[in-house]
């Protein structure tokens, strides 16, 4: 076989493995991030149907009439900014559920989680965003979330609207500059919409599994390079990589100096 067959099977070899490690992985750097979202789902459906289960049992031990849980009539709490509202509902909520919503703080995945209502409304927030409101209208927007009504945020009027029996995913530009998925849950409460269960998504690891993969993929593009190029230096006959010494022929004539 001649250089040039060798030198094309060669290069034609370090071609397919490169898309061949590219293509094997993005499947699992894909599959990675999928699972991570996968995992929040299941959260978000766990959230809803807990918080069904609690709704119930705030009616059958008496903490809450099905009335005083299905109030609309939101009243304003007086120098709030963002405006904040109380309900008949919950005080009981921030009692009962915000303990539970805090557990799925634990994952560091999750960013928050929360009960919404149909209208938007969030009568219990995390603790972590459940601080005492102060004059710094930053620190209210981080801090202090909880009791505000979100319905004019597209991706959360969306998530609302869903009735069916998964999940829904949307991409959330939260009002504190932050980016992250939104994962929700439609809630019902004696067979009637309430509201949804929404967990939060950090971008964070999502954008770290990214990295890695750009990272991975540059590291075995750079040993598949070298490897091929070694392989190359290899099959190429030494005549081609060795300069070879200029001699020039003098007619086997000797030339001897002059004794004097």
């Not at 709704?55 to 903490?63: A, I, R, S, Y």
């Amino acid at each position: 076989m001649d250089l040039k067959k060798k030198l094309i099977i060669i290069i034609g070899l370090c071609l397919i493995l490169s898309v061949g490690s590219i293509v094997i992985i993005a499947r699992i750097f894909d599959k990675t991030e999928e699972q991570l979202l996968q995992k929040c789902r299941i959260e978000a459906l766990v959230g809803a149907k807990v918080m069904n289960t609690f709704m119930e049992l705030m009616v059958h031990t008496n903490l809450l009439t099905v009335d005083q849980i299905n109030d609309t009539n939101y009243v304003p709490i007086p120098g709030t900014s963002p405006q904040k509202y109380n309900t008949r509902y919950d005080a009981v909520f921030d009692k009962y559920i915000q303990k539970f919503e805090d557990e799925f703080l634990n994952d560091e995945d999750v960013v928050f989680s929360i009960l919404i209502d149909k209208n938007g409304y969030v009568p219990t927030h995390n603790s972590k965003y459940s601080r005492p409101e102060g004059k710094d209208r930053t620190h209210n927007l981080l801090y202090s979330r909880s009791k505000r009504n979100f319905a004019t945020i597209p991706e959360i009027k969306q998530v609302l609207q869903y009735r069916g029996s998964g999940t829904v995913k949307y991409l959330y530009q939260r009002d504190t500059g932050e980016s992250m998925w939104n994962i929700g849950a439609p809630v019902s409460f004696r067979e009637i919409h309430w509201g949804a269960f929404l967990v939060g998504i950090s971008l964070h690891r999502i954008d770290i599994i990214k990295n890695q993969m750009v990272i991975i993929t540059v590291t075995i593009m750079i040993i598949i390079l070298s490897f091929t190029l070694l392989v190359i230096l290899a099959v190429i006959p030494q005549k081609y990589l060795v300069p070879q010494a200029k001699t020039e022929e003098s007619g086997n004539t000797d030339i001897t100096p002059d004794a004097g």
